[in-house]
C-alpha cells in the first residue's frame, strides 16, 4: 500500500526557512524511474509545482522559485525533505508531496498546511 | 513555461448528463496531459494519464480524449459524487504546469 505524508511547522514567520518532509511507505526512491515531487495549493487556488528529487538523486526545481528552494532525500530512500528559505506571506499554502512511476503523481499525501504570518 | 488554459471555470450539470472540460496547451505537449478531481479539504485524485488512458480504479464514464494542443475530459453520465474541482496537469516539461481549474456542481 502507497502512502505518503506531509509534516512541517504549520506557522512560521516572515523571512524564515521553512522545512518540510514527505515520509513515505509502500514503494521505494532506488527504484529506476521513480521521483517524488513537491505541489502547493494557496487556499481557493490552483496547484504549483515546486520541486522533484529523482530514484538518481537527481533534482529538478521550478525556476520562478529556484533561488529559495532545496530538496533531498534521506539516505535510506523513504524521506524527501523541501526547504524555502525566506519565506513571505505568499508562500501561505497547503504542500503536498506526490509520486511519479511513470504517470505523473499518481499517489499524493494528504497535505500540511503551512501559513507564514508574523 | 508552458500554459494550460483550462476551462469553463465553473459548470453546474444535472445527474446523468455528459460534461466536458477542455484544457488548451500554449504548445505541443504530446500525450503528457493528466486529469485530477480535488474534493473539498482533500489532496487531488488521478483521474486520466496519458491523455486518454484511464487510471486504475477510476470509472469508465471518464475518458480523455485530445485534438492537437487541445485535451479534454468527459464525463458520461454524471453522477451524485462526481462533483469536485477538476484540474488538468501537463507532464512533458519542468516545470509541470496545472489548469485554473474547473468547479463542477450538480444542478
Known amino acids: 500500500q502507497v502512502t505518503l505524508k506531509e509534516s512541517g511547522p504549520g506557522m512560521l514567520q516572515p523571512s524564515k526557512t521553512l522545512s518540510l518532509t514527505c515520509s513515505f511507505s509502500?514503494?521505494?526512491?532506488?527504484?529506476?524511474?521513480?521521483?517524488v515531487s513537491w505541489i502547493r495549493q494557496p487556499s481557493g487556488k490552483s496547484l504549483e509545482w515546486l520541486a522533484a528529487i529523482d530514484w538518481d538523486g537527481d533534482k529538478y526545481y521550478n525556476p520562478s522559485l529556484k533561488s529559495r528552494l532545496t530538496v533531498s532525500k534521506d539516505t535510506s530512500n523513504t524521506q524527501v525533505f523541501l526547504k524555502i528559505t525566506s519565506v513571505d506571506i505568499a508562500d501561505t499554502a497547503t504542500y503536498y508531496c506526490?509520486?511519479?512511476?511513470?504517470?505523473?503523481?499518481?499517489?499524493w499525501g494528504q497535505g500540511v498546511m503551512v501559513t507564514v504570518s508574523s | 513555461d508552458i500554459q494550460m488554459t483550462q476551462s469553463p471555470a465553473s459548470l453546474s450539470a444535472s445527474l446523468e448528463e455528459i460534461v466536458t472540460i477542455t484544457c488548451q496547451a500554449s504548445q505541443d505537449i504530446g500525450n503528457w496531459l493528466a486529469w485530477y478531481q480535488q474534493k473539498p479539504g482533500k489532496s487531488p485524485q488521478l483521474l486520466i494519464y496519458g491523455a486518454t488512458s484511464l487510471a486504475d480504479g477510476v470509472p469508465s464514464r471518464f475518458s480523455g480524449s485530445r485534438s492537437g494542443t487541445q485535451y479534454s475530459l468527459k464525463i458520461s453520465r454524471l453522477q451524485v459524487e462526481d462533483p469536485g474541482i477538476y484540474y488538468c496537469?501537463?507532464?512533458?516539461?519542468?516545470?509541470?504546469?496545472f489548469g485554473s481549474g474547473t468547479k463542477l456542481e450538480i444542478k
Open positions: 506526490a509520486r511519479s512511476p511513470g504517470p505523473p503523481f499518481d499517489y
Open positions: 496537469l501537463q507532464g512533458y516539461s519542468a516545470p509541470f504546469t
Open positions: 509502500g514503494f521505494s526512491l532506488s527504484t529506476s524511474g521513480m521521483v
